[in-house]
């Protein structure tokens, strides 16, 4: 298995179990929709669904505290964490 693939096996568990649940309080949800790399970065792309959808927090705290989870949970400073939503909001 690819080095990549186990990553984003791990980070889908990682939503599965212990983000989705916590938005889930505030009606929310998250998806991974890619993990790729550039350069000596893993950049995590996720899109925000219900409540969470749209919400300034989605993109600010929300969004950071799910970066720093992850960068806790993988061990690996060098990773960040996009709200695919806010990339297609900025197109419009």
Request: one cysteine or more; aromatic letters at 6%.
């Amino acid at each position: 298995m690819s080095k990549i693939k186990e990553i984003t096996d791990k980070i889908k568990y990682l939503i599965d179990y212990d983000i989705n649940p916590s938005l889930a309080m505030h009606n929310g949800s998250c998806t991974l929709h890619k993990v790729e790399t550039q350069e000596d970065y893993l950049i995590v792309k996720l899109s925000f669904e219900g409540s969470c959808n749209g919400c300034p927090a989605s993109s600010g705290e929300t969004r950071a505290g799910i970066e720093f989870f992850l960068r806790e949970e993988l061990s690996s400073n060098n990773l960040i964490v996009i709200n695919i939503n806010e990339q297609k909001n900025n197109i419009n």
